[in-house]
């Protein structure tokens, strides 16, 4: 009964090497975001959908782009990875976007070569 | 813009001792608070939020928490910490109905040793 999926759960790419990460959930939520998080630090909001509404972070590099085909699937496309985007990726829902709790998978770890 | 402060990077505590996680934030509305919990290479697990009403928070695994407004604080607490509980405690913040994501702190590291 696994409601956010995340695959694979660990990824190893080459350095320029385009790379897409998936998830997909089975709650029919609103929202999916995802979030990169390093080593011993608080998960960064990359950017989210409200359904197919996209929102991207300020901050977030060019070389990070996202598609949800649909309310289920949401993926992750790295353009040309470099060795500063090795991190863990986690994908998130939920129903709406204020008070609502978000519900997360359980990551994919990236590794550069 | 709200942000959120957890003062302690690591807490050491000793198994079957009481815990207080503290957590201190800043906006500018009224917020809602959120406590999650992650354990190593997994994703983030909710311990227990604040949207409203009573200020104690009770959430899973025997932890609560605190809302004081004018303290502007959220700390987490247990009475009695077991070796499980070791994982990494992240508190986080999300601005009222409208538009606003979550922003997390940097996160407390849980130590319980026997």
């Not at chain 1, 979030?35 to 990070?64: R, V």
């Not at chain 1, 992750?76 to 991190?87: M, T, V």
């Not at chain 2, 999650?36 to 932890?63: A, E």
């Amino acid at each position: 009964d696994a409601m956010v999926i995340q695959n694979p759960r660990y990824q190893v790419t080459q350095f320029g090497k385009p790379v897409t990460l998936s998830c997909s959930q089975t709650l029919n939520h609103n929202v999916m975001y995802w979030y990169q998080q390093k080593s011993s630090q608080a998960p960064k909001l990359l950017f989210h959908y409200y359904d197919k509404d996209f929102n991207n972070e300020a901050d977030t590099p060019d070389n990070f782009q996202s598609r949800r085909p649909n309310t289920s699937f949401c993926f992750l496309d790295i353009r040309s990875p470099g060795l500063g985007d090795a991190a863990m990726y986690l994908c998130a829902t939920s129903r709406e976007i204020s008070g609502n709790e978000q519900f997360f998978g359980p990551g994919t770890r990236l590794t550069v070569l | 813009a709200q942000s959120v402060t957890q003062l302690d990077s690591q807490v050491p505590v000793f198994e079957e001792a009481p815990v207080e996680l503290r957590c201190n934030y800043s906006s500018s509305v009224s917020v809602y608070l959120f406590w999650y919990v992650q354990y190593p290479n997994q994703g983030l697990q909710l311990l227990l939020k604040y949207l409203s009403g009573s200020t104690l928070v009770k959430g899973i695994n025997g932890f609560e928490a605190e809302f004081n407004k004018s303290q502007t604080s959220f700390h987490l607490r247990k009475p009695s910490v077991h070796i499980s509980d070791t994982a990494e405690y992240f508190c986080a913040v999300s601005g009222p109905p409208g538009y606003s994501t979550l922003t997390f702190g940097k996160g407390t590291m849980l130590l319980v040793s026997p």
